[in-house]
């Protein structure tokens, strides 16, 4: 399946919009971010109408350029149509404030003749994912669209430069999608809209306004949308926009963030300047991806609809313990702080978390069995998924200095949850099998044992922070137990390197292990999360194993999840490509160069992966999970959270050793 990536992504944590690569929206989250996508990956587009000629943002003939406004979550989108002599500026932003997307348009006459210009802003919407039932019509006392089902509002409006009210130039409420309508973006196309004030079912909209340009001259539209659960919400938004003035949210929405990602923590002086502004947009996409009730969401690219029928659009623990992880190193506690609070909401009376949760606390749809090949119950869970929550959970008190108020996470959520982990372990110590963080096998792998590893050493910690001895000695205990089972049975003798995992056979006493040779990217875990330090021979021998099977070798470049990965390949058997290129395994290795420099030449080498992964993003600084390995387009989602989360820790941990070594000295 290929599909276009989702560019862009601005938000507040309750509405989410994300654009694909031509300016036109395409996802439309709210209230939650990740839940009720009301565009359902339908085009709302955005046309332009001059000298008796039409065109959309994607026509051929318009050459753009997409990326933020320096340091804030701000889409700027430049569109050049050079046949027609125009260029348009568009910025596009959710308000801080409120529940608003504003769109700035600045246009550019490149003629010497005065011009009319008649800009079109199109929105084709499906209330709570839905085309059904859906209904749109013209709000005299508004002079606006307005779009309602249920318990959700959006309202269409625009105005000129210096006209403090709205001033819709022209409308049109109509169908799509049935009776062989296409919609009323069509009825656009000709300069003109029609009119119809309502229409019902499956409905889009599209309003008009016209701009007077002088020679050489430039005039200023914009365009907003609110978004409520009722009218009267709507009415009251609609007054504030037009009392404030759109433009004024623009501007205070691109101050708010400026001075947000101020905020982090770190020196960003060294660095390169693709890496400062790979870190900063990175901050800003997690942030777009995270509601305000504490759901980071791995991915809101709609596009996996037309393939899978299903999103990304769900909360994974494990992406999300990471994630929160690399915002509380940033020194974004309050952020992470929700996170947290959602997970102790949502964790079982079993100690365990689900596969993965929807953005309202509920839990998504997941392809995890509950019974093994033998018939038998099994737990459809990830246990990295759980275990990680613990790990980022202490790392979150230590760099927030908050252990003083631990003691309700203690007891609510670290106890049950490494009491699990406790339970859930087979005779040799080791974690009983369960799903692999790549979600395609059941068994005992590297990267979950290093988790469980990892949260049961928090659990120790925050059980000695609070005077619980029994239980510090007890977690410890199984995690050196686990450290020592890690190094008998999951070193492949031959190689000195560690293996991907183990596959079970029989239980109890007659529990026997098949190791699982493969090299796999997730491997890296095994020093990340402290089982072994980063140059013990045998993670050395690992790690440059990893580097040297898993690199793909095309122009492109990147490593590998394992060989062999199907996953949204299409290239066959080719012998230069294990598999696609992602992010965070890229970085991943990267990471492992920086833990080991001993001078600033080695950090060099290091820096030239990280430089991989902002050289290969868009232009626009969004990272996709993976790359085609011979065009380096996006493949699978776009943006993915964790492969931006993996960039901020990457490059915090680069920071890190360049200070160490006395590199900035």
């Given at each position: ?15 989410l919009?994300n654009?694909?690569?031509h300016?036109?929206?395409r996802?439309i ?42 340091e804030?979550?701000?889409a ?13 500026t ?5 308000d801080?404030?409120?529940d608003?997307f504003i ?9 010497d ?5 008649r ?14 039932a859906?209904?749109i ?78 020679p ?10 609110c ?15 037009r009392?404030?003035g759109?433009g004024?949210?623009?501007?205070r ?7 947000w990602?101020?905020r982090?923590?770190?020196d ?5 300047d ?23 969401i ?11 029928q299903?999103?990304?659009s769900y ?7 990471l994630i ?6 940033a020194?974004y506690?309050?952020?992470s ?39 038998s ?6 246990e ?10 202490w ?32 005779v040799n ?6 799903c692999?963080l ?11 044992v ?17 005077g619980d001895g ?23 003798p031959s ?15 007659a ?11 997730s ?6 999360l ?19 099977e ?17 996953y949204?390949?299409?290239?066959g058997?080719?012998p230069?490509v294990?598999?696609n ?28 992966w ?12 969004v ?32 920071l ?10």
């Amino acid at each position: 399946m290929i599909a276009m990536p989702r560019d862009l992504p601005v938000g507040n944590g309750n509405l989410l919009i994300n654009h694909d690569l031509h300016g036109h929206i395409r996802c439309i989250y709210f209230p939650y971010v990740g839940h009720e996508n009301h565009a359902l990956d339908h085009l709302s587009r955005f046309g332009v109408h001059v000298d008796g000629e039409f065109f959309w943002l994607d026509d051929d003939q318009v050459r753009t350029d997409a990326r933020y406004v320096k340091e804030a979550m701000v889409a700027q989108l430049t569109c050049t149509h050079e046949r027609l002599g125009i260029t348009l500026t568009i910025a596009d932003t959710v308000d801080q404030h409120d529940d608003v997307f504003i769109r700035r348009v600045v246009v550019l006459n490149h003629r010497d003749a005065p011009r009319q210009l008649r800009l079109f802003y199109h929105l084709d919407m499906n209330m709570y994912g839905s085309q059904i039932a859906n209904t749109i019509f013209y709000h005299p006392a508004l002079h606006s669209l307005v779009f309602y089902k249920g318990h959700r509002y959006v309202s269409m409006s625009c105005q000129a430069s210096g006209n403090a009210g709205s001033a819709l130039d022209g409308y049109a409420c109509g169908q799509k999608g049935i009776h062989g309508l296409e919609g009323t973006w069509r009825d656009a196309e000709d300069g003109w809209l029609e009119g119809h004030p309502i229409s019902q079912g499956s409905v889009d909209g599209t309003i008009q306004l016209n701009l007077d340009l002088t020679p050489h001259g430039e005039n200023v539209g914009f365009f907003w949308s609110c978004f409520a659960k009722s009218l009267e919400q709507i009415e009251t938004m609609e007054a504030g926009v037009r009392t404030t003035g759109p433009g004024t949210l623009v501007e205070r929405t691109e101050l708010y963030w400026q001075r947000w990602l101020a905020r982090d923590k770190h020196d960003l002086s060294g660095l390169p300047d693709a890496l400062k502004e790979a870190y900063q947009y990175s901050l800003l996409i997690v942030r777009s991806n995270t509601d305000n009730r504490g759901a980071i969401i791995a991915a809101n690219d709609s596009s996996m609809l037309k393939g899978a029928q299903d999103t990304y659009s769900y909360m994974w623990p494990r992406d999300g313990a990471l994630i929160a992880d690399s915002l509380d190193r940033a020194g974004y506690h309050d952020i992470s702080r929700r996170f947290f609070n959602f997970c102790k909401d949502a964790l079982t009376a079993g100690g365990y978390l689900m596969h993965k949760y929807n953005p309202d606390g509920s839990v998504g749809a997941s392809w995890l069995p509950w019974i093994d090949e033998e018939g038998s119950a099994q737990l459809p869970i990830q246990e990295d998924e759980t275990a990680l929550v613990v790990y980022a959970l202490w790392n979150h008190h230590e760099l927030a200095d908050s252990l003083n108020g631990s003691l309700d996470d203690y007891e609510k959520f670290v106890i049950p949850a490494a009491d699990f982990m406790l339970k859930f372990r087979d005779v040799n110590g080791l974690p009983l099998p369960s799903c692999d963080l790549w979600e395609e096998r059941i068994g005992v792998f590297a990267f979950s044992v290093a988790a469980v590893y990892a949260g049961l050493a928090a659990a120790a910690r925050f059980a000695e922070f609070h005077g619980d001895g029994a239980r510090q000695k007890a977690y410890a205990d199984a995690a050196e137990t686990m450290r020592d089972a890690v190094a008998t049975h999951m070193l492949e003798p031959s190689s000195g390197r560690f293996v991907r995992g183990l596959i079970a056979h029989g239980k109890g006493d007659a529990l026997t292990y098949e190791q699982d040779l493969a090299l796999d990217s997730s491997l890296y875990a095994l020093w990340d999360l402290d089982v072994f330090p980063a140059k013990d021979p045998r993670i050395v021998a690992t790690m440059r194993a990893i580097q040297e099977e898993l690199q793909v070798r095309t122009a492109v470049g990147g490593l590998a999840r394992y060989k062999g990965d199907q996953y949204f390949r299409e290239v066959g058997d080719d012998p230069n490509v294990p598999g696609n290129p992602w992010f965070i395994c890229t970085l991943w290795y990267g990471e492992w160069l920086i833990e080991c420099a001993e001078s600033a030449a080695d950090l060099e080498e290091a820096q030239g992966w990280l430089l991989w992964a902002s050289q290969h993003a868009l232009a626009s600084g969004v990272m996709a999970e993976q790359l085609h390995p011979y065009t380096g387009e996006p493949r699978s989602v776009s943006p993915l959270t964790w492969s931006h989360a993996t960039m901020i820790k990457v490059v915090q941990e680069y920071l890190g050793a360049r200070k160490r070594l006395g590199v900035d000295a």
